[in-house]
């Protein structure tokens, strides 16, 4: 009862334009993440791992408190994600909402990573270079571990200029599996 | 979209810890038929207001929005010509599939539709959520005081009722 009703609340919400923050579950072989979207666009993509509550929180405090689950202004963003995941897609078309970024150096440094192709590699400070600071190889680190959108911003692409692939949110193994699954770490 | 207005929680969040206790008051308030309107129209309404509210007591906050809710339903029912459902219209088929406040039919539910509104919620508050007195003040805006004698008026009016429904039924 309880979530028919709570679907039939956001549907109205969405509706009057009153559900500043929609999110849904998706699924993926590292298990299952959340995904949040504002009218605007996919505002956070939560790696598998990240306790729901935690999420949702930092959704509520940073964006804005009208959080509710709804899956249906995620659908494109879930279906995307699964394609990738499963092999068949090796780019995203998805409006984002930087909100949760930094402005200034660290949306720079998300943006020139956003341009990274499928399958290749940047370095720390080659991705610095592009945000125009090319020193600044550290602040990138940071920039990246702060990506409110991780895998369609892919920040898993940027790796350390001796050939280890660096600190990634959702763990090394993770990012591995990322590099792997794009065919990056045979090419490189 | 700044960081001032701190610990509001996600409103899911809300919704998921309240909607069950709300619904069962407005089960009370305005009957089982029209209790998922009400609820769904205090949550929207709890939406709109959401990023003013005060986070240190939102349960009584809910409360507050769904009681506005259920005299804001009366009003709209009594402005309609269709009168006020006698005992006998209230049918055992309706009660069943929501049941009233004890689930022992429609008399004791007609005697709580019956009270003056403040006991009538503070009463179904009592016994429908299990609050107490303090937590009933809160979401009335009352004092616990207050919130005593009302649920001690409406238990004697119903006990007035339950003896007067015995000795018609002789």
């Known amino acids: 009862m309880t979530t028919t009703l709570a679907e039939r609340?956001?549907?109205?919400?969405?509706?009057?334009?009153?559900?500043?923050?929609?999110y849904a579950t998706y699924?993926?072989?590292?298990?299952?993440?959340?995904?949040?979207a504002t009218p605007k666009g996919l505002v956070r993509v939560a790696l598998p791992g990240i306790p729901e509550?935690?999420?949702?929180?930092?959704l509520a405090?940073?964006?804005?408190?009208?959080?509710l689950e709804f899956p249906r202004r995620l659908d494109e963003a879930r279906r995307e994600?699964?394609?990738?995941?499963?092999?068949k897609r090796d780019h995203f078309e998805l409006p984002l909402d930087w909100s949760l970024a930094?402005?200034?150096?660290?949306r720079r440094v998300l943006r020139a990573t956003a341009r990274i192709p499928f399958g290749r590699t940047l370095s720390y400070a080659e991705v610095a270079a592009r945000a125009g600071s090319p020193r600044a190889h550290r602040a990138a680190g940071s920039a990246?571990?702060?990506?409110?959108?991780?895998?369609?911003?892919?920040?898993?692409?940027v790796v350390r200029s001796g050939g280890d692939l660096g600190n990634y949110g959702g763990g090394p193994e993770m990012k591995r599996f990322l590099l792997e699954l794009e065919g990056a770490l045979d090419r490189s | 979209m700044t960081e001032t207005r701190a610990s509001l929680p996600p409103f899911q969040a809300l919704l998921d810890e309240h909607a069950q206790a709300v619904h069962a008051f407005l089960r009370g308030m305005?009957?089982?038929?029209?209790?998922?309107?009400c609820l769904q129209e205090t949550f929207l309404a709890a939406l709109r207001a959401y990023p003013r509210a005060e986070p240190a007591n939102l349960r009584a906050w809910i409360f507050t929005i769904a009681r506005r809710k259920a005299i804001d339903h009366h009003r709209a029912a009594t402005a309609r010509p269709v009168p006020v459902a006698d005992p006998g219209e209230l049918a055992p088929a309706e009660a069943s599939d929501a049941p009233p406040i004890d689930g022992r039919g429609s008399a004791l539910w007609s005697a709580v539709a019956g009270l003056p509104p403040k006991q009538r919620a503070a009463v179904v508050l009592r016994f429908a959520v299990d609050m107490r007195y303090r937590e009933i003040a809160d979401a009335m805006g009352t004092t616990e005081e207050a919130a005593r004698r009302n649920v001690h008026e409406a238990l004697r009016k119903l006990r007035a009722s339950a003896h007067e429904l015995k000795e018609a039924m002789r």
């Open chain 1, 9 to 22: 609340i956001a549907a109205r919400a969405a509706a009057e334009g009153l559900l500043d923050v929609a």
């Open chain 1, 81 to 87: 994600l699964e394609e990738y995941f499963e092999g």
């Open chain 1, 102 to 106: 930094r402005p200034g150096f660290y």
């Open chain 1, 27 to 36: 699924e993926s072989p590292l298990g299952a993440g959340i995904v949040a």
């Open chain 1, 53 to 58: 509550a935690e999420v949702l929180e930092q």
């Open chain 2, 30 to 37: 305005v009957g089982p038929d029209d209790a998922e309107d």
């Open chain 1, 144 to 157: 990246l571990g702060a990506n409110p959108v991780p895998i369609v911003v892919p920040c898993h692409r």
């Open chain 1, 61 to 67: 405090r940073a964006v804005s408190p009208r959080v």
